[in-house]
């Protein structure tokens, strides 16, 4: 014999869920936290704010502050690199063509396990379904943000001969 549940309480049990639970869900959905968790997890992310666009696809690994430091960087099969010292090991220039490049293709290095910086190019343009040209657009405005990210480190002082 199948047991059949009657009709009458499962209409009760959905309405009262919908009643009751729905002010609930509202309350949840409608705090501030939850919100801006939405936007932070959001895949269309605008692509004219570079500092949007590291919180969300760059933050983890290397870090709010760039220093490589992320919340997932213990993750990584090697160490996110420290961007705010990109300018300081190009004597003193940020390399901007390098930066695109290494978002565009990649470190060149061959994925070993967990953890490889991925090629962002085609990830930005799959999980934002881009027009033409849009990605560039997301690169540049990313490296920008990038570029502000830069440790200045100030000029080295000459020592003063003490005079005889």
């Known amino acids: 014999m199948v047991n059949v549940i009657p009709r009458a309480p499962v209409t009760v049990l959905v309405f009262l869920m919908v009643v009751l639970g729905g002010p609930a869900f509202f309350v949840i959905n409608s705090h501030p936290a939850f919100a801006s968790a ?3 997890f959001s895949l269309f992310i605008s692509p004219t704010s ?4 590291y919180m969300v696809y760059c933050a983890g690994c290397h870090g709010e502050d760039g220093r490589g430091k992320g919340r ?3 993750y990584c099969s090697a160490p996110p690199t ?6 300081h090991k190009n004597r003193g220039t940020y390399p901007a ?9 990649g470190t060149g290095h061959t994925p070993k396990g967990r953890g490889y ?3 962002w190019e085609p990830l930005l343009k799959s999980m934002n379904g881009d ?8 690169i540049q405005n990313l490296n920008d943000y990038v570029k502000t990210l830069q440790e200045i480190t100030p000029a080295p ?3 003063a001969t003490p005079a005889r």
Do not use: F, H, I, W
């Not at 570079?50 to 666009?53: K, P, S, V």
């Not at 420290?82 to 300018?87: E, G, I, R, V, Y």
């Open 38 to 40: 939405l936007t932070r």
């Open 97 to 105: 063509e390098r930066v695109c490049n290494v978002l565009r293709q």
């Open 131 to 138: 027009p033409p040209g849009v990605t560039e657009v997301r």
């Open 82 to 87: 420290d961007l705010t010292q990109l300018a």
């Open 117 to 119: 910086m991925p090629t």
């Open 157 to 159: 002082q000459k020592r």
């Open 50 to 53: 570079g500092q949007e666009q």
């Open 72 to 74: 997932s960087s213990r």
